[in-house]
């Protein structure tokens, strides 16, 4: 995984954009548990990964969430304290981890 960078300014997230993303989560969580169903069932593979699409799309969905604010909010603040350019190199390492 790479070194990443923790002492930079950090921006909390309010509750509301807490629970926004916990509410994703669950959906994921509940697909998931959706597929496992459907193995136990001996559905049709392609029924199962299909699913399995439509949770990586999902997740990749929170991803670019997170990624958007930690942008807008982080990077932003550091890029303002004169931390920016480890803030900017934190982020590009976890875009390329993110797009794999």
């Known amino acids: 995984m790479g070194e990443y960078l923790h002492d930079h300014p950090v921006t909390p997230r309010t509750e509301d954009e807490k629970q926004k993303v916990i509410n994703r989560l669950k959906r994921i969580e509940g697909q998931v548990r959706g597929i496992q169903k459907m ?3 001996d559905r049709y593979c ?3 990964l ?3 699409s439509a949770i990586n799309a999902a997740l990749k969905k929170v991803g ?7 942008t807008k909010h982080c ?3 550091a890029i303002k304290t004169g931390e920016g350019n ?3 190199e934190e ?3 976890v875009i390329k981890q993110f797009s794999k």
Do not use: K, T, Y
């Open 75 to 77: 990077v932003s603040e």
């Open 91 to 93: 982020l590009i390492e």
């Open 46 to 48: 392609v029924d199962i």
């Open 64 to 70: 670019f969430s997170l990624m958007e604010r930690h």
């Open 50 to 52: 299909v699913q399995i």
């Open 86 to 88: 480890e803030a900017i």
């Open 39 to 41: 193995v136990e069932e």
